[in-house]
């Protein structure tokens, strides 16, 4: 029943995140673009919205709380690439102010009631913001406890890890996004075009944050291995435990 809702989640943000933008000409060959029935390239997707949201979300799946800052997320290391535009600006999510078409500010709380959000400049026939409030998420305490008791043998004693629970969350975070990927152009993408693409929160430079060395995605020790996980060729980042083992619990 869950993944239903996650599939839902993910359908609902393509739309509330997507269509409001569709009115600005973006640029050419922009990875968030699609091509309309016209043969003209619209934006569907403004990747770093995207990578703001999804990053906000994994910082939660760990830490079990919100962060009060975009600096929180970039600081535990689950995105490690800059953000830009789709016109190339850079985009800093603390800065307070919305500078530019599509620029992204997020506008962190402590109250329950009152969750935080991201904010966008659009252009719809005229500038206007577009607020998109978080909603509570899962972490992954709460997934683990959710497990049956032999899938969560393993899992329960990572719990107080804070560098596995990290991992796992990035893990999350780049499935969600190549989510998205497929999304736009209908086809999930291969993990290699995938990973030094706009989409990826990681690329080969990025630090694993339990080994504290460069992430291998070859299926070693406590690092990522990439499978092919349905006849349609979707390819999806799995956990290698200490023994290189992949865990297949947390499949999407």
Known sequence: MRSIFNILFLIICFFSIALPAFAKEPPAG????????????????NIALLLVQEGVYAY?????????????????????????????QSINPDDGNIDFTWDVVYVPSNDYYDPPKNVTLIDKG?????????????TF?????????????????????????????????C???????????GAWPEWSDFYESA??????????PLTNMQFRID??????????????????????????????????
């Open 30 to 45: 922009y990875p968030g673009n699609y091509v309309n029935r016209d043969g003209q390239e619209v934006l569907g997707m």
């Open 126 to 138: 005229g500038p206007s913001t577009s607020l998109q409030p978080y909603v509570e998420n899962n």
């Open 141 to 173: 305490q709460e997934v683990v406890a959710g497990l049956s008791p032999d899938d969560a043998e393993h899992y329960v004693g990572l719990i107080n890890n804070v560098d596995w629970r990290k991992l796992a969350a990035i893990r999350r975070y």
């Open 60 to 88: 939660h799946y760990a830490m079990g709380e919100w962060p009060a800052s975009w600096a929180d997320v970039v600081d535990a290391g689950f995105c490690q690439v800059d953000l830009v535009s789709p016109e190339g």
């Open 199 to 208: 989409w990826s929160p990681i690329d080969s430079k990025s630090i694993n």
């Open 219 to 252: 299926g070693s020790p406590n690092d990522f291995a990439i499978m092919t996980v349905n006849q349609q060729g979707r390819q999806s980042v799995q956990l290698t435990d200490s023994n290189g083992e992949v865990s297949l619990v947390f499949a999407p």
């Open 175 to 185: 499935n969600r996004m190549m989510m998205y990927d497929q999304m736009i152009h």
